[in-house]
């Protein structure tokens, strides 16, 4: 295929639809940092809402999911993802994430970690020009996408796509969150502090990513302690790594509960994908769903 990206030239990507759909599951994994399948009902009164924490990438053994969690899908005339990806449109994303002016990234961050990122896309047959337009923090994360969806063969799609194909012409689907706000997490992270988000993403990250199965495996065996270990910062962490870990989970998951409280207060079945690191902690999706008075029971 060929598109034209804004003044940036012709760019001939095999598949480009099936990379970015990629690229949004990576940015769910990488954002929620990991995700596991444990399943709540959540009322106040006769009103219901049902939340299903989501891998964003697993092997096939994760299917098909208890029969509990199906049926309650099916039967749930209202469905809520993290995001709803059919709403995204890859071409405005990149030109949302490049510069405008004359700009390159070359130009924008040092060398040792412009060089991180020139040779995966150079490995995987993307041209300079289109590469060297991105601003930092998209292109961190495409660079992101590609290393993840390489290095790891045994991995399918997770639960938010299995789910979505299994969503028929009678129920509506919703979203938590846009996909500009998820992208916006990124770039906030990023303007917070260029050097910290260029080495967290790009090399401690980096060793992260060989956790991969150990996650996955948490999650099949319904293990909280690697979700909230994870969330949580260490003894040692700085200031800044305990910002991060806010932007990325705390505030949202605030934005997340007064979504979820509307769903109850309609009424209606609704069921909730979301990522299960906002779940859990002190400051997690059920934590603050039984402070507000809610009752919380695990299906």
């Known amino acids: 295929m060929t598109y034209k990206i804004m003044q940036m030239?012709?760019?001939?990507?095999?598949?480009?639809?099936?990379?970015?759909?990629?690229?949004?599951v990576f940015i769910l994994f990488s954002i929620d940092l990991l995700s596991k399948g444990f399943f709540?009902?959540?009322?106040?009164?006769?009103?219901?809402?049902?939340?299903?924490g989501s891998i964003h990438k697993a092997k096939k053994e994760a299917y098909p999911l208890d029969s509990i969690v199906e049926s309650t899908f099916k039967n749930c005339k209202n469905i809520v993802f993290e995001i709803n990806l059919s709403k995204v449109n890859p071409f405005e994303v990149m030109q949302?994430?490049?510069?405008?002016?004359?700009?390159?990234?070359?130009?924008a961050i040092p060398e040792k970690y412009?060089?991180?990122?020139?040779?995966?896309f150079r490995a995987n047959s993307f041209p300079k020009f289109f590469y060297n337009k991105l601003q930092p923090w998209m292109a961190v994360l495409l660079q992101m996408s590609?290393?993840?969806?390489?290095?790891?063969?045994?991995?399918?799609?997770?639960?938010?796509?299995?789910?979505?194909?299994?969503?028929?012409?009678?129920?509506?689907?919703?979203e938590l969150e846009t996909f500009y706000d998820q992208l916006n997490v990124f770039r906030a992270l990023y303007d917070l502090s260029?050097?910290?988000?260029?080495?967290?993403?790009l090399i401690q990250q980096k060793t992260k990513n060989e956790e991969i199965e150990e996650l996955f495996y948490a999650w099949l065996q319904g293990d909280t302690t690697k979700i909230i270990d994870q969330i949580t910062p260490k003894n040692d962490a700085t200031e800044l790594e305990k910002e991060?870990?806010?932007?990325?989970?705390?505030?949202?998951?605030?934005?997340?509960?007064?979504?979820?409280?509307?769903?109850?207060?309609k009424g209606d079945c609704y069921f909730v994908v979301v990522g299960s690191a906002h779940l859990f902690g002190k400051k997690g999706i059920l934590n603050l769903l039984k402070e507000k008075g809610y009752l919380v029971k695990k299906l």
């Not at 991060?244 to 207060?265: A, G, H, T």
């Open 9 to 24: 030239g012709t760019i001939k990507i095999k598949n480009f639809t099936g990379f970015f759909v990629g690229l949004c």
């Open 40 to 52: 709540y009902e959540v009322s106040k009164g006769n009103a219901k809402v049902y939340l299903f």
């Open 96 to 107: 949302y994430g490049i510069f405008k002016d004359t700009m390159t990234l070359e130009k």
């Open 114 to 120: 412009f060089s991180i990122i020139d040779s995966v």
């Open 146 to 174: 590609l290393e993840l969806n390489t290095s790891n063969k045994d991995f399918v799609l997770g639960i938010d796509l299995y789910l979505a194909n299994k969503v028929d012409t009678t129920q509506l689907v919703s």
């Open 194 to 201: 260029p050097e910290f988000f260029l080495d967290y993403f």
């Open 244 to 265: 991060f870990l806010e932007l990325l989970n705390d505030e949202r998951n605030v934005k997340m509960v007064s979504k979820i409280e509307e769903f109850i207060s």
